[in-house]
């Protein structure tokens, strides 16, 4: 018989220790999701002041992601303003990111627009004194790069984000980005190569840049025939093309150089590496 | 009003056929609900879909799919969390107002099965409309992935017979954008996020079956339910501070945290016991970005669920059971 007397006292205890008891289950459980990143990160308390208070109730209330969706369309509806609300594309975005840190969507959309699309618009607009166009377009860019490096202290082993900053060195651009920096580029492409789920090519793309650091000409070359060797979707125009040019440039004897379009290796001597056997001397690292 | 005895002499109390008369209640409750058109919402869902997936301009199709993909999903956890609430704001208050509560409750059954049989029969349909928005939103999404994949192979096609790019450039960019594609498409990892909102729903259905058995009516058990709701999704913050000691925020962001005082303990304390905590099945959103949630922490969501029940619902039987009717 149910709920008659004292019993029903008991249950009524018994369901207030479960009560209790539970919060440790829901700690334990708290603490897995939050290790794995499956949980939302906290809200920042300052988002309150940038939001309205029922947008603020909602995401409390774990819309989190539709609110993220409502700001990345009024971010898209400025951006498609003509001249595009930069700054309001910068507001909403920042919004969508601080909902969803742990997406890296909106890092990568964020500082896309940023760094690549606002800073180019400051590139064709024209309009503004060259200075200013000049300081907009340095400001831009840093903003874009700032936005990705935020991401990185959400998403540390992300490969878009480190891929995006990779390119974001290494893409030259006579009004936004006049001297690449390759070795920074190199160094984020390989960090992206490294994360899980990395693309293939990343690891490529770092060899390239590479390629194009001064004094590691060598270290650059070892990297592209090794791609090559692996064969695959690695044997691309570009790698062979920079394989070529370090051969040329190092006097690489013929029978240690890559095969020419189409045909087999004259021996299978051109597999090994000059530079590794025999070993390359000190003074091998300097470019002919 | 004559009061209806909790018990009846002749009450069959055998557990088996305890569950036959919930079954039969349950079923009664199902066919009640679709007999008051609540599919009918599956339209407005349907609008959504159509609305997110095919009428908003974007900028790139992965973002199309992003868009659809996070529209349905939280729309999902809308609709089923609200479903449930006034589903049960609505029945108990009904049976009431018809007088079937006491037709029921003549005949041999229990209180708590009455309640139980109409709690299953809500959550029957809440699982039906769940299954069917998830088909549809993996349909839609299914279709716009084929449509954007072919279009995406069209034109890297087209740009390479130009000799508009070089066949690294083709192949980067092919794998590139359908790695964005696909993780924006639909994956079976994704029916793990059905679970959760389904787990998070059946919650707060019993926390409104239990306001409706003490509330006056049903607009008191609407609003305290959806608030309850909101105060559930930060119980989490409640709990912590009195489990955890204050540390600095994670990813290496510091954050100033002073220790909580003796109030703000105790008011901690009678909130984290109070509600639950509906933080816990919020890895919706990280499961449709992509990530996969391991089985052991899916059935230690479900187990928690099961133990949220158990106490919702016992305090539900318990409070009805001693209610004038």
């Not at chain 2, 992965?62 to 868009?67: H, R």
């Not at chain 2, 349909?139 to 087209?158: I, N, P, T, V």
Request: proline share 5%.
């Amino acid at each position: 018989m149910i709920a008659t007397g004292n019993f029903r006292w008991l249950i009524l205890i018994v369901l207030g220790a479960v009560s209790a008891g539970r919060l440790f289950l829901e700690h334990r459980l708290t603490s897995e999701l939050r290790e794995e990143q499956l949980l939302p990160v906290k809200l920042e308390t300052k988002l309150r002041d940038e939001m309205s208070q029922e947008a603020f109730a909602a995401a409390l209330g774990g819309m989190r992601s539709l609110l993220a969706v409502y700001y990345e369309l009024e971010a898209f509806s400025a951006f498609t303003k003509q001249p595009p609300e930069w700054h309001t594309v910068d507001k909403y975005y920042s919004l969508g990111t601080k909902l969803q840190p742990l997406d890296p969507y909106y890092w990568e959309m964020h500082s896309w627009m940023m760094g690549t699309n606002a800073a180019e618009s400051y590139a064709v607009d024209g309009e503004a004194p060259k200075g200013l166009e000049r300081e907009m377009r340095r400001q831009y860019r840093e903003r874009g790069l700032e936005i990705l490096n935020r991401g990185l202290q959400f998403l540390p082993n992300n490969y878009k984000l480190h891929r995006r900053i990779a390119d974001m060195y290494a893409f030259a651009n006579k009004e936004v980005n006049p001297t690449p920096d390759h070795a920074k580029a190199a160094e984020s492409y390989l960090k992206a190569s490294q994360c899980e789920g990395a693309l293939p090519f990343l690891y490529r793309f770092h060899v390239y840049q590479v390629a194009m650091v001064p004094g590691r000409e060598v270290e650059a070359y070892q990297k592209l025939r090794d791609l090559y060797w692996k064969g695959g979707n690695n044997r691309a125009a570009t790698l062979i093309n920079l394989v070529k040019k370090f051969e040329q440039r190092f006097n690489v004897p013929l029978m240690l150089r890559i095969p020419e379009d189409g045909k087999e290796p004259p021996t299978r001597w051109s597999a090994i590496n000059p530079f590794r056997f025999p070993k390359p001397r000190p003074d091998d690292n300097t470019p002919k | 009003m004559n009061a209806v005895p909790t018990t009846r002499p002749s009450a069959n109390l055998s557990l088996l056929s305890s569950f036959r008369r919930i079954g039969v209640l349950a079923g009664h409750t199902f066919t009640q609900l679709v007999r008051m058109k609540i599919f009918y919402f599956m339209l407005v869902f349907c609008l959504v879909l159509f609305v997110s997936g095919f009428l908003l301009a974007s900028i790139s199709p992965d973002q199309e799919l992003k868009l659809l993909k996070d529209t349905a999903f939280g729309v999902m956890q809308i609709f089923s969390a609200i479903f449930g609430i006034m589903a049960m704001a609505l029945l108990l208050p009904k049976d009431i107002e018809d007088r079937t509560l006491y037709t029921i409750l003549s005949k041999p059954v229990r209180r708590w099965e009455y309640l139980l049989g109409k709690y299953c029969g809500v959550l029957l349909v809440l699982l039906v409309s769940l299954v069917v928005m998830d088909a549809m939103a993996c349909g839609a999404l299914h279709a716009k992935f084929k449509f954007a994949e072919s279009q995406m192979m069209g034109f890297y096609d087209e740009q390479k017979s130009a000799g508009k790019i070089t066949e690294e450039d083709y192949q980067v960019g092919v794998s590139d954008a359908l790695t964005r594609l696909r993780e924006q498409g639909v994956r079976w990892q994704m029916q793990t996020a059905v679970v959760a909102i389904f787990l998070k729903a059946a919650v707060a259905t019993a926390l409104a079956l239990l306001v409706s058995t003490f509330a006056g009516s049903t607009i008191f058990t609407i609003l305290v339910a959806i608030s309850i709701y909101v105060i559930g999704h930060l119980q989490a913050g409640a709990r912590e501070s009195l489990l955890q000691p204050p540390v600095p925020h994670s990813h290496g962001i510091p954050v100033q945290v002073e220790p909580p005082g003796v109030i703000t303990k105790v008011f901690a304390g009678v909130i984290s016991v109070t509600f639950p905590d509906f933080q816990v099945y919020n890895v919706v959103d990280s499961i449709v970005t992509g990530k996969t949630i391991p089985g052991g922490a899916l059935m230690r969501m479900a187990g928690l669920t099961a133990v949220y029940l158990i106490i919702y619902l016992g305090l539900a039987a318990f409070v009805f059971s001693s209610k004038e009717l």
